[in-house]
């Protein structure tokens, strides 16, 4: 394939910092992720923002952070949900409350690896935003988790967090990222992948375990 | 392992192909908005004179909920959002506690004034809707089930499952409320589905999710209700006014404008059947229920002229009746039998050959039962004994074989384990597992000659000792391949 070196150079001397474009790429990598996890594999997940945002997040915090910030989000997000919705109040007030639970929860969380370490002696070298980024989960979760079930919402979060770690790999590769900067026909490349997948009318991974039909035997 | 999925393509719809092929090209968003707007769906049903549950109350704003008269609302009642989606928000009150102003839900716990306001305050604020966008709250009356199916539901109400396309009825499924599923219909709750042969109304396969499906959504096949003081085999049911039930559903699709629907109609005791909502992007798992792929049915009726509704059922039935996917060629050259037919069976040791050449063979004239829902003919280990069986049953009675098995899957282990033996050194060809008077059994199958109409054959037999059917022979699927059966006179 042809090297695109020049253009890249040309974008970075003309406003794009490295940074950006580096984010951009990711961004693009990791939306056709989940289309494929989608539309071939059959993967739920909340929506295609979710996964992208909390790979990117990956990226900054590493996974072991990213993990268990996660872990802590959902654990205190099911915790105080499933108290909030014994109280009769309304919807809203009971999302607003649960995020301030959270931010409670997190602080506490903070101090104590600040004491204790727990293998996590960088987490206050996360930067914010990446912070911010994983603790949005806890509204996709508490949505699913009011208008479907808790076994629906725990299986996207599952399915969104699975994309996310393979998000997660692809763009933190040197190899990958090096190559992509260098070769930005990738992204239209990625388009027209898109659109392939977008046109894409076979059976998904799943359905073959779904629809596996036992007709075999069987006098019923 | 190729040929499989090739083969699985080639017959299974699934979520992709569905949107791309079925929804898109052929439900118009004009339509679309109608199917995704329960009261928009009843005003245009009502202009076809279709029954739909009578609405109590509409509630579409805070103030209205302020000043809705709570002693107005009668025992029992639905509340359910506008724009709800899988059956999120629908809540069912059975009765009333008398003297106050409280409900009593399927599972006994009681709501009272203050939680039903807030649930309703829920729905208004779009907790439940499509779009999250703020919604309407319908009350409307509750259905009272028909005494047939109440029989296989664990308390709350089963529905009926229509797919339509090109105005011919696809598909159908019956979906039965379970103690998993909390009395709802909902199959990802643990509703039981129970496949219905398009042609006769009559229920075959049943499946029920599995557990903490976290991977896919897997089923498993079950044989008989649950939860119930007497739970009862699930296939054969057959499904009153069918015909009515199938016109309803295809005018349903004329009137809303969906190319492509899914219909749910529920048959209340008094005014039969009522459509609980239509639905533009209807759920694949009927496939599951029916064994049976959509995307081939789909593709064959995609370029019929269909002229009318009657037109329309009757090249459903022809196609998808009696399970005759494989030999639909055959439709036009196929014969009628009746639901219960004269058929000759002939003795044990009965030479093929000597039959054709019309040679007289001892035989007997036997009144048998065309059964959709069974796969493998059945036999009456008496009249098997008559025909000279009566060793092969000693020797089969010599293994201990248990009378009863808690699961197919018993069963099934039970025959690969023991199968070879009992074979090897008795007239007995294999072992089946079946469902008889309500229990799992594993009965020895032979291969008798018989004559149906004018076609001689070995057919495979499992021999049974069920009390309860009348009939000494029941002609199962395997056996009525390229037959129509005519029920019209029986039910």
Redesign the interface.
Same mark, same amino acid.
């Given at each position: 394939m042809f090297e695109t070196t020049n253009l890249t150079e040309w974008l970075i001397r003309h406003g794009v910092s490295q940074a950006v474009l580096e984010i951009l790429i990711s961004i693009c990598i990791v939306a056709t992720i989940v289309s494929i996890t989608r539309y071939v594999v059959g993967n739920r997940s909340y929506g295609i923002y979710a996964p992208i945002v909390l790979a990117i997040a990956y990226s900054y915090t590493g996974l072991r952070y990213g993990l268990t910030i996660t872990f802590v989000v959902v654990l205190t997000s099911l915790l105080s949900y499933s108290v909030l919705r014994r109280i009769r109040m309304h919807y809203i007030t009971r999302i607003a409350t649960n995020y301030t639970i959270l931010s409670i929860v997190l602080l506490a969380f903070l101090v104590f690896v600040h004491y204790y370490g727990l293998g996590l002696e960088n987490m206050s070298n996360i930067p914010p935003l990446a912070f911010i980024s994983i603790a949005i989960l806890s509204d996709f979760f508490i949505k699913q988790f009011v208008k479907k079930s808790l076994k629906t919402s725990m299986a996207t979060l599952l399915g969104t967090v699975a994309i996310a770690i393979i998000g997660w790999f692809v763009i933190t590769r040197t190899l990958v990222s090096d190559f992509v900067l260098t070769n930005l026909w990738i992204i239209p490349a990625l388009t027209l992948v898109n659109i392939f997948l977008g046109t894409f009318k076979g059976l998904r991974f799943k359905d073959y375990f779904r629809f596996r039909f036992n007709t075999k035997e069987d006098d019923k | 392992m190729i040929n499989r999925?090739v083969k699985? %393509?080639k017959e299974?719809l699934?979520? %992709?192909?569905r949107n791309?092929?079925y929804v898109r090209p052929y439900n118009p968003p004009s339509a679309k908005v109608i199917a995704d707007n329960k009261i928009l769906t009843k005003r245009v049903l009502k202009k076809e004179l279709i029954q739909t549950p009578e609405v109590y109350k509409l509630i579409r704003t805070k103030k209205q909920l302020e000043f809705l008269d709570w002693e107005s609302l009668p025992k029992s009642f639905v509340i359910k959002p506008n724009k709800g989606t899988?059956g @999120?928000g629908i809540i069912i009150f059975y009765g009333k506690t008398r003297g106050k102003l409280e409900w009593i839900r399927p599972n006994g716990t009681v709501m009272n004034k203050? !939680?039903i306001l807030?649930h309703i305050?829920?729905i208004l604020?779009g907790?439940?809707s499509m779009d999250?966008r703020n919604d309407i709250a319908i009350i409307e009356e509750r259905i009272k089930t028909d005494s047939l199916l109440k029989q296989y539901s664990y308390k709350g109400v089963p529905d009926l499952r229509i797919i339509c396309f090109n105005l011919v009825p696809v598909m159908a499924m019956l979906r039965l409320p379970t103690k998993r599923s909390n009395g709802t219909a909902n199959l990802? @709750?643990g509703a039981i589905c129970t496949g219905i042969d398009i042609g006769t109304g009559i229920t075959t396969?049943s499946m029920q999710m599995k557990k %903490?499906p976290?991977? @896919? !959504?897997?089923?498993e096949?079950v !044989?008989s209700t649950m939860d119930l003081k007497n739970n009862k085999?699930l @296939?054969g049911i057959q499904i009153p006014n069918w015909n009515n039930i199938l016109t309803i559903a295809l005018k349903c699709q004329k009137v809303s404008g969906l190319g492509y629907i899914g219909v749910d109609i529920a048959l209340d005791a008094e005014k039969g059947p009522v459509v609980f909502e239509i639905n533009a992007r209807p759920g694949?798992g009927i496939?599951?229920a029916n064994?049976?792929?959509l995307k081939w049915r789909l593709e064959k009726i995609k370029d019929i002229k269909v002229k009318s509704i009657n037109h329309g059922i009757r090249i459903s039935k022809n196609l998808f009746g009696g399970e005759v996917e494989e030999s639909i060629e055959a439709i036009s050259g196929r014969k009628v039998l009746n639901i219960t037919e004269k058929v000759y069976i002939y003795d044990k040791k009965t030479d093929l050959s000597k039959i054709k050449r019309g040679t007289k063979i001892k035989r007997e004239y036997i009144k048998a039962f065309m059964d959709t829902?069974?796969?493998?003919s059945?036999i009456d280990a008496k009249l098997a004994n008559r025909i000279g069986y009566i060793k092969a049953h000693k020797d089969f009675t010599k293994y201990n074989t248990p009378s009863r098995f808690d699961s197919?899957k018993d069963a099934q282990d039970y025959i690969d384990k023991h199968e070879k033996e009992i074979i090897s050194s008795t007239d007995i060809k294999r072992l089946?597992?079946?469902?008889e008077e309500g229990e799992i059994r594993v009965r020895p199958v032979f291969n008798i000659p018989i004559k149906i109409s004018d076609n001689i054959e070995i057919t495979e037999f499992?021999s049974t000792q069920s009390s309860e059917n009348p009939y000494l022979l029941t002609i199962?699927r395997n056996d009525l391949k390229g037959y129509l059966i005519d029920t019209s006179g029986t039910f």
């Amino acid at each position: 394939m042809f090297e695109t070196t020049n253009l890249t150079e040309w974008l970075i001397r003309h406003g794009v910092s490295q940074a950006v474009l580096e984010i951009l790429i990711s961004i693009c990598i990791v939306a056709t992720i989940v289309s494929i996890t989608r539309y071939v594999v059959g993967n739920r997940s909340y929506g295609i923002y979710a996964p992208i945002v909390l790979a990117i997040a990956y990226s900054y915090t590493g996974l072991r952070y990213g993990l268990t910030i996660t872990f802590v989000v959902v654990l205190t997000s099911l915790l105080s949900y499933s108290v909030l919705r014994r109280i009769r109040m309304h919807y809203i007030t009971r999302i607003a409350t649960n995020y301030t639970i959270l931010s409670i929860v997190l602080l506490a969380f903070l101090v104590f690896v600040h004491y204790y370490g727990l293998g996590l002696e960088n987490m206050s070298n996360i930067p914010p935003l990446a912070f911010i980024s994983i603790a949005i989960l806890s509204d996709f979760f508490i949505k699913q988790f009011v208008k479907k079930s808790l076994k629906t919402s725990m299986a996207t979060l599952l399915g969104t967090v699975a994309i996310a770690i393979i998000g997660w790999f692809v763009i933190t590769r040197t190899l990958v990222s090096d190559f992509v900067l260098t070769n930005l026909w990738i992204i239209p490349a990625l388009t027209l992948v898109n659109i392939f997948l977008g046109t894409f009318k076979g059976l998904r991974f799943k359905d073959y375990f779904r629809f596996r039909f036992n007709t075999k035997e069987d006098d019923k | 392992m190729i040929n499989r999925v090739v083969k699985m %393509n080639k017959e299974i719809l699934g979520l %992709n192909r569905r949107n791309q092929e079925y929804v898109r090209p052929y439900n118009p968003p004009s339509a679309k908005v109608i199917a995704d707007n329960k009261i928009l769906t009843k005003r245009v049903l009502k202009k076809e004179l279709i029954q739909t549950p009578e609405v109590y109350k509409l509630i579409r704003t805070k103030k209205q909920l302020e000043f809705l008269d709570w002693e107005s609302l009668p025992k029992s009642f639905v509340i359910k959002p506008n724009k709800g989606t899988g059956g @999120s928000g629908i809540i069912i009150f059975y009765g009333k506690t008398r003297g106050k102003l409280e409900w009593i839900r399927p599972n006994g716990t009681v709501m009272n004034k203050r !939680d039903i306001l807030l649930h309703i305050e829920n729905i208004l604020e779009g907790r439940f809707s499509m779009d999250s966008r703020n919604d309407i709250a319908i009350i409307e009356e509750r259905i009272k089930t028909d005494s047939l199916l109440k029989q296989y539901s664990y308390k709350g109400v089963p529905d009926l499952r229509i797919i339509c396309f090109n105005l011919v009825p696809v598909m159908a499924m019956l979906r039965l409320p379970t103690k998993r599923s909390n009395g709802t219909a909902n199959l990802h @709750s643990g509703a039981i589905c129970t496949g219905i042969d398009i042609g006769t109304g009559i229920t075959t396969y049943s499946m029920q999710m599995k557990k %903490n499906p976290l991977f @896919s !959504d897997t089923y498993e096949m079950v !044989d008989s209700t649950m939860d119930l003081k007497n739970n009862k085999p699930l @296939s054969g049911i057959q499904i009153p006014n069918w015909n009515n039930i199938l016109t309803i559903a295809l005018k349903c699709q004329k009137v809303s404008g969906l190319g492509y629907i899914g219909v749910d109609i529920a048959l209340d005791a008094e005014k039969g059947p009522v459509v609980f909502e239509i639905n533009a992007r209807p759920g694949l798992g009927i496939q599951v229920a029916n064994q049976a792929g959509l995307k081939w049915r789909l593709e064959k009726i995609k370029d019929i002229k269909v002229k009318s509704i009657n037109h329309g059922i009757r090249i459903s039935k022809n196609l998808f009746g009696g399970e005759v996917e494989e030999s639909i060629e055959a439709i036009s050259g196929r014969k009628v039998l009746n639901i219960t037919e004269k058929v000759y069976i002939y003795d044990k040791k009965t030479d093929l050959s000597k039959i054709k050449r019309g040679t007289k063979i001892k035989r007997e004239y036997i009144k048998a039962f065309m059964d959709t829902g069974i796969l493998t003919s059945r036999i009456d280990a008496k009249l098997a004994n008559r025909i000279g069986y009566i060793k092969a049953h000693k020797d089969f009675t010599k293994y201990n074989t248990p009378s009863r098995f808690d699961s197919l899957k018993d069963a099934q282990d039970y025959i690969d384990k023991h199968e070879k033996e009992i074979i090897s050194s008795t007239d007995i060809k294999r072992l089946a597992k079946i469902v008889e008077e309500g229990e799992i059994r594993v009965r020895p199958v032979f291969n008798i000659p018989i004559k149906i109409s004018d076609n001689i054959e070995i057919t495979e037999f499992v021999s049974t000792q069920s009390s309860e059917n009348p009939y000494l022979l029941t002609i199962g699927r395997n056996d009525l391949k390229g037959y129509l059966i005519d029920t019209s006179g029986t039910f």
